[in-house]
């Protein structure tokens, strides 16, 4: 299986690993197919609806992984609703392409995401989330 550079550099050096002590929005999603889990957690401006920061702990293979550090790199400081907009073909083209095996770690990223906001929005029932959600 070849992986591009980018995708190793995000294996081998993840951005944002970890938890958000002060999150706002927490999503945890699993693929039961392939074993991995990822939990996405996101502070959210209340006012804006900016991420403001988000990180994540994937536990998976090293495109799960790379997926999970490029993706919170493409949706920081993005509103909800443009970050539900980045979906998995976009962070598949922005590591370069994966393997077919492995394109499914990118649905899961796509799926953290929204499961994050799902649950701000369930928190702030003023707010309307956007459509689809």
Partial sequence: MQYSEKVMDHFENPRNVGVLEDANAVGE??????GDIMKITMRIDEDTNVIE??????????????????LTEMVKG???EDALK???KAVVE????????KVHCSV???EGIAAAAKQFYEQHPEKTPPEGL
Avoid at 56 to 68: L, M, R
Avoid at 94 to 101: D, H
């Fill in 29 to 34: 999603v699993g693929n039961p197919r392939c």
């Fill in 53 to 70: 920061d988000i990180n994540f702990q994937t536990f998976g293979c090293g495109a799960a992984i790379a997926v999970s550090s490029v």
């Fill in 78 to 80: 993005k509103t909800v």
């Fill in 86 to 88: 980045v979906d998995n």
């Fill in 94 to 101: 922005e590591l370069g392409g994966l393997p077919n095996v």
């Fill in 108 to 110: 899961l990223g796509e």
